[in-house]
């Protein structure tokens, strides 16, 4: 089984609001079906979510009346990117079903207090593919505050204990900087945690409430501790994602779990 994180900057341009990219998500969808692999898919909230959290500082908490709506229009935003998602799965063979992080998950303090991670498994031992996704969400100590799917990928890791856990990204995996601003950065191919500390990257341009590429190194350090290997792959070739999936070597980068 494997868990697969469609990164928002893949599955819609960041740069402009509300803007689906369609056919690299069915491209993606094909690659799983054709796989035929077991998977629960993550994906980013992207232009859909980021913008209005960051307009409304949804992950300081609630501090204000004003923030509701913001609150209430974001979660509306990321359900209309989840449905295009899942229209997308749907179409290309994929018996997917949406579990929103809103109505199983409550945080305290940006960290999971309650998890309902058993209608997860009950979905994949029924056939179904399931698809949840970045979202706000209730929080003991703050009111509400943001679910990121980095975070998901971390709690599904540790249940699940996955073959991989993948990222799907708008780069070809993790440079030694930021390859959108340095030219003469370099893919580092295959890594460990031990090795990766000694990097400052930066893959992603956006800055965004959940990270960006920062959130993602956090997240793929505690999924080392698990002995798990992560994978960072481009999205923008979705041959990549299936070779990935079916065991084919590819461009990519391997973040090797334990002290590999």
Known sequence: MFIIKLGGS??????KKYSFRKEVADNLSKAIKKSNKKVIIVHGAGSFGHILAKKYELNSGHKNDRQLRGFSLTHTMVQKLNTMVLDSLHENGIDAVSISPHSVLKLDDHKPLKFNIEIFKDSLENGFTPVTFGDVVLDKSLGFSICSGDLLIQLFAKYFKPEKIIFVLDEDGIYTSNPKIDKNAKLIK???MEK????????????DVTGGMGGKIGAINNISKLGLDTILLNGNKPDRLYKVLVGEDTTCTTVYGGKK
């Open 10 to 15: 893949v599955i819609t341009d960041k740069s």
């Open 196 to 207: 990766l500390k000694n990097y400052t990257t930066k893959a992603d341009a956006h800055a």
């Open 190 to 192: 295959s890594t460990n």
